[in-house]
């Protein structure tokens, strides 16, 4: 079959299906949307807590190698410290 012709006979497949057609494009067009939405609404958040954690300072949060403990309970690999300047 040539490209024209399976052009044809797709077409013609589309217009028998009218409302078949209708909910697949529907359906495509939802999803795009959706996926369009997820990523504004994850770049804008992310936008927001890098914004935070630059107002917030440099010297914060200081994360040292090893491991701590506190009355007596270990607490694991690595411990993180608050430090408030």
């Known amino acids: 079959m040539s ?3 399976t052009l044809v006979v797709a077409l013609k497949a589309l217009r028998r299906n009218a409302m078949r057609t209708a909910l697949t494009a ?3 067009i ?3 949307a959706a996926v369009i ?3 504004a609404i ?9 914004k935070q ?3 917030a300072g440099s010297n914060i949060v200081m994360v040292t190698a090893g491991s701590g403990d ?3 309970l270990a607490l694991g690999f690595g ?7």
């Not at 411990?79 to 300047?85: D, F, L, N, P, Q």
């Open 53 to 55: 954690i630059g107002a």
């Open 79 to 85: 411990i993180s410290y608050a430090v408030t300047a």
């Open 26 to 28: 529907l359906g495509m």
């Open 70 to 72: 506190a009355i007596g």
């Open 37 to 39: 939405v997820m990523v």
């Open 3 to 5: 490209l024209l012709m």
């Open 30 to 32: 939802i999803g795009v």
């Open 42 to 50: 994850g770049t804008g958040a992310s936008a927001s807590i890098q």
